[in-house]
């Protein structure tokens, strides 16, 4: 199956950007939705993004115009444009197909300093 690494994450002070990317090891062609999702310690993971194979996005409203989501399947790549950062988008980041179980990959770190 597809397998997905996580990376470009880092420590940003707020209002900073960031962008994320997903290689996939196998290609992202049949997969109708991609998302990226966050999880913070002691709290349950989120969808904060996806998008369609026909390049239909959707964005959860805490990251709604501060966040852009894109993939590029000729290069098995998902991406997340983070701009304006919080403190609160403190989290760990993964990608991930939604609703067809695949195995979650290991995220990148995201900080945002005060």
């Known amino acids: 199956q597809v397998q997905l690494v996580e990376s470009g994450g880092g420590l940003v002070q707020a209002g900073g950007s960031l962008r994320l990317s997903c290689a996939a090891s196998g290609s992202i062609f049949r997969i109708n939705v991609m998302g990226w999702y966050r999880q913070a310690p002691g709290k349950q993971r989120e969808l904060v993004a996806h998008i369609t194979s026909g390049g239909s996005t959707n964005y959860a409203d805490s990251v709604k115009g501060r966040f852009t989501i894109s993939r590029d399947n000729a290069k098995n790549t998902l991406y997340l444009q983070m701009n304006s950062l919080k403190p609160e988008d403190t989290a760990v980041y993964y990608c991930?197909?939604?609703?067809?179980?695949?195995?979650w990959g290991q995220g990148t770190q995201v900080t945002v300093s005060s």
């Open positions: 991930n197909a939604l609703g067809i179980g695949l195995k």
